[in-house]
């Protein structure tokens, strides 16, 4: 199982970007999901999660300002992020818990980031 982040660049302050991770494989079912993101010389933090359930939960800082979605036909998660801030530059991940075909369990796996830079 692969998760593809894309949709990340560069804009200015106020802008938007949507970013996509697409997941790919021997997929039974996604459940949770969610984006990270890691500012330069910062830990990883979160910045959305949806559940299975469709419960939503954001960082305060980008409450009201990004959506977390998905597409379940498509195996795709998305970040609509509007009005953004140089303070939301970084590398942003995107995370599932994945069961594969076959597999009792579940894992969790991480697309390979996407780079959003915000200039004032």
């Known amino acids: 199982v692969q998760l593809q982040a894309s949709g990340g660049g560069l804009v200015q302050a106020g802008g938007s970007l949507r970013l996509s991770c697409a997941a790919s494989?021997?997929?039974?079912?996604?459940?949770?999901l969610a984006w990270y993101r890691q500012a330069p010389g910062k830990q990883r933090e979160l910045v959305a999660a949806l559940t299975s359930g469709g419960r939503t939960n954001y960082a305060d800082s980008v409450k009201g300002r990004f959506t977390i979605s998905r597409d379940n036909a498509k195996n795709t998660a998305y970040l609509q992020m509007n009005s953004l801030k140089p303070e939301d530059t970084g590398v942003y991940y995107c995370?599932?818990?994945?069961?594969?075909?076959?597999?009792?369990?579940?894992?969790?796996?991480w697309g390979q980031g996407t780079q959003v830079t915000v200039s004032s």
């Open positions: 494989g021997n997929i039974f079912s996604i459940n949770a």
């Open positions: 995370n599932a818990a994945v069961v594969a075909i076959r597999t009792p369990y579940e894992i969790e796996v």
